[in-house]
């Protein structure tokens, strides 16, 4: 039977299938951080088990890690107790660790890829939604809870239902200044926040068979943002180059194996999806959330939505509230919207493509006066790179705060938080409600746009700026 | 975790739509390492800022069913969004559609996640508003909550949830301990997994 390619990577890990039980997946590697494991080693600790197989764990200090003055201790003693108790435990149960300082450190969904960790066809999970991000490279990866992540240690599988299959077919070329952002941003506007439940997407199409890794794991990364279980695209030569000579990729004959069995990692002619989406690249513009949740988006030439003209009840109640906590008046162009703070980072948009395509458009401009530019590459790693490429004098010169690695002011676990009442321009993930600092507004939007509205000071695509 | 039958407590209603894990619990809570004790963190925002929301009513104070609605629990993965549910005294969460990794992380915790209907989800709003003390029963063995509208005639509805996850529930099975029973399938697997695959020790220099 022609089978996707999520059934494909799914039916090569099974571990056991009787009928009336979960099938037990056997999981290739687990991603740790600081957050989401302590209770699950405590677990262990209690039952007195051990982790089955540290070689095929990994873990980093990612969430609660300041980006400034990384070397000395973490004030927030919490903080520091959380990141203490994950140096305690790798240390115990032997896993490796990338702990801040070290040339290996970052956000977890950035330093699987950059190690060569990720590959395709691999089931990956990390205790951590946006771990759908390693679907870009044709693996099954997707995000768990704690008690799961101490299953997976303990025992290296998990009980797991068949995922439903959806597609999301996007063809056609995007405009200049139009990203992989714009294209995530308008499918969950599309489908919704929880629209995909129960689905793995995979991407699809010519536009995404065009894409760099680097955006193609932005576009996999937000899959969760649509309630996917993951989100996933063939590997193709783009994926294989992306990997060759990375620390953990395999070499030699070794690498031709692998390529060989890459190579078959595709969706069979007739395969049957539950689901299926299709969007023209070519019609998109860049994208801006003007709401609560990630599914709250417009092109931004357009304006702020009028909650009256919903007909659904239950949308037109979710879009009051949400523009209560904006501050929002319907009606507003978006390109009016003022905001106070540019983040330029995440698991979403911290890569080294990202940081390049925002330092091509402050290249000798200055940011505008009022308004504070972070940039927080998401790996040491890319810090590295962007700095041998001289991107942090860039970003400097324009007036950008160039920071050490970790998520940030993605969700404000460490000090770089919105304060109440300020708006951010935001280059991750999610909008909620104070996610990245108590009463902070978050606006959802990719590289570029960020950095032209740093460049103005309000929401702005990178188009308008030009001849500016 | 506790093993879960039958309930019977208070509704507290939650109109709401999309209330994503941040909601339930913000990131500034996740940084303890215990399992207990993140009540405190559970809706805080609202709690704090909303003097209408509907915990801060004090007829809705000891409700132990919480009904929402569609998409509740979307976003992060957190687990202390279960665990600060619990602790905050609720047994039972009542919605049309759940988002996938809560209603996993529900199950592995022992907070039952039912689906509902809309429409049911509506009548169970009205009755719980028209009298904040109606009692509710969620019946995991019977697959059906039973409560009484506006303390009139009893009304039950049946409600689906799968053999498998219902019976660990019901025996307040540890997942952990049931995968090790496989372990044989477990090593025989990975006597086939390719030599190439990648480990993450020992660590190679970039
Ligand atoms: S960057 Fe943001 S979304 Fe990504 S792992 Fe960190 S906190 Fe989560």
């Excluded at chain 1, 395969?271 to 070519?282: H, P, R």
């Excluded at chain 1, 708006?423 to 600092?437: C, D, E, I, L, Y």
């Excluded at chain 2, 063995?141 to 506006?150: L, R």
Aim: glycine residues 10%.
């Amino acid at each position: 039977m022609p089978k996707t390619l999520a059934e494909k990577v799914y039916d090569a890990h099974v571990v056991r299938s009787t009928s009336g039980e979960p099938d037990l997946l056997y999981i290739d590697l687990h991603l740790v951080h600081e957050v989401t494991s302590p209770q699950a080693f405590d677990g262990l600790r209690a039952a007195g088990r051990t982790v089955r197989r540290p070689d095929l764990t990994m873990a980093t200090e990612d969430h609660n890690v300041p980006t400034l003055d990384i070397l000395s201790p973490i004030a927030d003693p919490v903080s520091r107790a959380q990141v203490d108790a994950l140096r305690r435990n790798a240390a115990e149960f032997g896993i490796r660790l990338a702990p801040m300082g070290d040339r290996d450190q970052g956000i977890v969904h950035v330093i699987g890829p950059q190690l060569g960790l990720t590959q395709p066809g691999m089931t990956i999970v990390c205790g951590d939604s946006h771990t759908s991000t390693h679907g870009a490279f044709g693996a099954l990866a997707f995000g768990i809870g704690t008690s799961e992540v101490e299953h997976v240690l303990a025992t290296q599988t998990l009980p797991q239902y068949r995922p439903r299959q959806m597609s999301v077919t996007v063809d056609g070329e995007l405009a200049p200044g139009v990203s992989a952002k714009d294209i995530i941003l308008a499918v969950i506007a599309q489908i919704g926040t929880n629209g995909a439940a129960g689905h793995v997407i995979e991407y699809r199409g010519s536009a995404i068979e065009a894409l760099s890794m680097e955006s193609r794991m932005t576009i996999c990364n937000m899959s969760i943002e649509a309630g996917a279980k993951a989100g996933l695209i063939a590997p193709d030569q783009t994926a294989f180059d992306f990997l060759q000579g990375r620390p953990h990729a395999p070499q030699g004959a070794d690498w031709d194996a692998a390529v060989e069995y890459w190579s078959t990692l595709r969706t069979d002619e007739g395969a049957v999806f539950d689901a299926e989406v299709v969007l023209d690249a070519s019609s998109l513009t860049p994208f801006v959330t003007w709401g609560t949740n990630p599914g709250q988006g417009l092109p931004i030439s357009e304006r702020v939505p009028d909650p009256a003209e919903m007909a659904d009840e239950g949308e037109r109640r979710a879009a009051e509230q949400a523009l209560a906590y904006m501050g929002l008046t319907p009606g507003t162009p978006l390109t009016e919207i003022e905001v106070d703070t540019v983040f330029l980072g995440s698991c979403t948009n911290g890569r080294i493509e990202d940081l390049r395509v925002a330092a091509d458009l402050l290249r000798g401009r200055k940011i505008d006066p009022g308004t504070r530019m972070l940039v927080v590459p998401g790996s040491v790693g890319v810090k590295s790179q962007a700095e041998a490429e001289g991107l942090d004098k860039v970003f400097v010169d324009a007036g950008a705060e160039w920071r050490g690695a970790g998520c940030s002011m993605c969700l404000g676990m460490n000090p770089d938080q919105l304060k109440p009442g300020e708006r951010s321009a935001s280059t991750s993930n999610r909008n909620f409600q104070g996610r990245q600092g108590k009463g902070g507004r978050t606006h959802l939007v990719s590289p570029s746009v960020a950095a032209a509205t740093a460049l103005t000071g309000r929401l702005t695509a990178p188009a308008d700026l030009i001849g500016a | 975790m506790d093993a879960f039958t039958t309930h019977t407590g208070t509704v507290a209603p939650l109109r709401r739509s999309a209330v994503d894990t941040d909601q339930i619990i913000p990131a500034e809570y996740l940084k303890r390492i215990t399992r207990t004790g993140f009540e405190d963190g559970l809706f805080v925002a609202w709690r704090t800022n909303e003097p209408d929301f509907v915990l801060n009513k004090p007829e809705f104070a000891d409700a132990s069913i919480l009904v929402a609605g569609p998409d509740f629990g979307t976003g992060s993965s957190r687990e202390h969004a279960v665990w600060a549910l619990l602790d905050g005294g609720f047994r039972v969460v009542i919605s049309s559609r759940f988002a996938d990794i809560f209603k996993n992380n529900s199950t592995k915790a022992g907070l039952l996640t039912v689906v509902l209907p809309q429409a049911e989800v509506e009548a169970l709003w009205a009755a719980a508003e028209a009298d904040p003390t109606t009692q509710v029963t969620v019946d995991l063995q019977a697959k059906q909550i039973t409560y009484s509208p506006g303390g009139g005639q009893s009304t039950t509805v049946p409600f689906d949830a799968d053999d498998y996850t219902r019976w660990r529930l019901l025996e307040g099975l540890d997942d952990v301990g049931l995968t090790e029973r496989h372990l044989a399938d477990v090593e025989a697997y990975e006597a086939r997994r390719p030599a190439w695959l990648p480990k993450a020790l020992p660590a190679i220099p970039a």
